[in-house]
């Protein structure tokens, strides 16, 4: 091959290629399609890495779907709190600043504080054991600890801890609700994180039934409820259950009445040397009067 | 050659997709619903007139003239790249609805095979320029008849008892493999 042909291949494709992109820049002008401009602004908010995490199958058409609201705002899972913010700012959604919604699991029953009724031998999934005579555990609410919740997180935000109660890392939770539809007891919700207090029980039994099951299950006895403004707090089947629209999300503590440690105060904490293994991210500090 | 039996050639006998196999990937990709068929089907078709078309003048005009024939391959896909990206913003503007169908199988076409190979075809068998023109007509009716009997196929299918272990991408592959069969009749008439 000499150089002129090297030339000439160098001119002609050259000049193809200019032709069809000019050709190409003239269609583009013609065939604009008028995109909603918030698209674009939130596309370079995103972090670009077109990872698919959204289950979309990238950031352009996490924005798009985003503007049509087929999408939440916390469903992004790598993005951080000031990028979700931004994009808050720009769909003109300024109530959800930082409202990071993270699971939170209802149930204080473990190995330890729940009684057994004998011992379960099947196929360890907490819907198997649940359809089967209800598991080992005597409660018929609580969690039954096969961690069926821990399989279905797709981020790596739950464990099992020694007590056999899911434990979940707030750092890591994107409150996608895998581990709520899981469940197949129903003990996890998602919540805001401003959320602070939670009945943490499930159980609907008479007040004397459930405290045969369970030292920590909820009663029934109603001190919550009258220590509370009317409304804030509900009875219903023998549950205590709080109305977070009513009941704000103040740290004060009037239930801290409930005389088996039913309701508890769940907070953040910082995220500093989180050890996988051992540490508890939520902290559950228990109420004392 | 006459073109009448380019064309039958092109679009029956030796079908692109189901005698040579190419273009394969939009074959299964989008034969679910025979509506968006019928549109990839001309949208391939669309994009294999205009190959044709083009990729002639720039074999004959251009590559053989200067002696860099060697560029074919660069200067074929280069053709079907753009013309692919100007259908790819022709269908967006005129219907979103379609757009979203035929979703990442449009921009697919610039490699679908079925084109490249057209162009080359084309080249191999030294046709003049109407007869490639009627050649590329023929290949995108041959790609939209075998887009269409799949899809038409898979719809009825939706509805019909397939054994567990044959549902889904299984019983797809065996009706694409039936439908080559039957085109296999063909072969030797031309």
């Keep these: ?289 | 050659m006459s073109y009448f039996l380019i064309f039958f050639s092109a679009a029956i006998v030796n079908n692109f997709v189901l005698s040579y196999f190419l273009g394969i990937c939009p074959f299964v990709g989008v034969s679910k619903r025979v509506s968006s068929a019928v549109s990839m089907g001309m949208a391939v078709t669309f994009v294999m007139l205009i190959t044709a078309v083009v990729t002639w003048l720039i074999y004959h005009l251009i590559l053989v003239p200067f002696d860099v024939v060697i560029l074919q391959y660069v200067s074929f896909i280069l053709v079907i790249a753009s013309l692919v990206q100007l259908v790819e913003m022709f269908i967006r503007k005129v219907s979103k609805p379609l757009y979203d169908t035929l979703g990442i199988f449009l921009p697919l076409i610039t490699t679908n095979c079925a084109i490249l190979g057209l162009a080359l075809f084309s080249v191999l068998r030294d046709y003049s320029f109407m007869e490639s023109v009627v050649f590329g007509l023929g290949a995108g009716a041959g790609f939209t008849l075998a887009l269409i009997i799949m899809a038409g196929i898979r719809e009825e299918l939706e509805l019909a008892p397939v054994p567990k272990y044959f549902q889904g991408a299984a019983i797809t592959m065996i009706v694409a493999g039936g439908l080559a069969l039957a085109f296999m009749g063909f072969a030797g008439m031309i």
């Design chain 1, 1 to 289: 091959m000499d150089l002129a042909s090297l030339g000439i291949s160098m001119l002609s494709m050259g000049g193809m290629g200019a032709l069809f992109a000019a050709g190409l820049a003239v269609a583009n002008k013609k065939f604009y399609v008028e995109e909603d401009p918030r698209i674009a602004m939130i596309l370079d908010n995103l972090p670009g890495a077109n990872c698919g995490g959204c289950g979309l199958p990238g950031c352009g058409n996490y924005a798009e779907s985003l503007v049509l609201g087929r999408v939440e705002l916390n469903g992004c899972p790598v993005c951080n709190d000031d990028v979700r913010e931004s994009i808050a700012d720009i769909m003109g959604l300024r109530a959800l600043k930082g409202e990071k919604i993270v699971a939170r699991v209802l149930c204080q029953g473990g190995n330890y504080e729940s009684a057994q009724k004998g011992v379960y031998l099947g196929i360890e999934k907490c819907t198997a054991a649940h359809i089967t005579g209800g598991g080992d555990k005597l409660c018929l609410y609580g969690c039954l600890g096969y961690g069926e919740c821990v399989d279905a997180c797709p981020f790596d935000a739950m464990h099992m801890s020694e007590n056999g109660l899911p434990v979940i890392n707030e750092d890591k939770c994107t409150g996608c609700g895998n581990c709520e539809e899981a469940c197949p007891r129903n003990i996890i919700e998602m919540h805001s994180v401003h959320d602070t207090v939670f009945v943490a029980c499930r159980n609907e039994d008479s007040p004397k039934d459930s405290r045969k099951v369970c030292i920590k299950a909820c009663v029934g006895c109603s001190l919550c409820v009258r220590g509370v403004e009317e409304g804030q707090m509900t009875m219903e089947n023998n549950l205590a259950r709080i109305d977070y629209n009513k009941y704000g999300r103040s740290h004060e503590l009037p239930t801290a009445k409930c005389p088996t440690q039913a309701i508890v105060l769940m907070e953040s904490t910082p995220a500093k040397n989180i050890d996988k293994h051992s540490v508890v991210v939520v902290s559950k500090e228990v109420l004392s009067a």
